[in-house]
């Protein structure tokens, strides 16, 4: 049985995914989950997600994959990016 982040990883690849450009690899499961919650809207097992739960969800994951925890410069700085930037749409 493929673990959640593998379930997710190949999810994301079949989207088309590049796991993120220059992401240390720590944080790549993080953009994975986040490009599937963005091209689909919905979370891998079929939920509808917002744009701004799935900036959340994308944020909390960088934080739990970094021994900084919340004070990780990086989760924020791309956090914000993905808000201000990335594609904003609302549950269906």
Known sequence: MASYAEEVKAAALALGSDGCS???????????????????RHTLRGV??????????????????SS???????SW?????VRKFGPQFTKP
């Open 22 to 40: 220059h992401v240390p690899e720590i944080f790549q499961h993080c953009c994975f989950e986040h490009d599937v919650h963005c091209r689909t």
């Open 48 to 65: 509808p997600i917002s744009s701004a739960e799935a900036a959340a969800r994308f944020r909390r994951c960088m934080h739990a994959h």
């Open 68 to 74: 900084l925890r919340w004070l990780n410069p990086l």
């Open 77 to 81: 700085w791309r956090w914000a990016a």
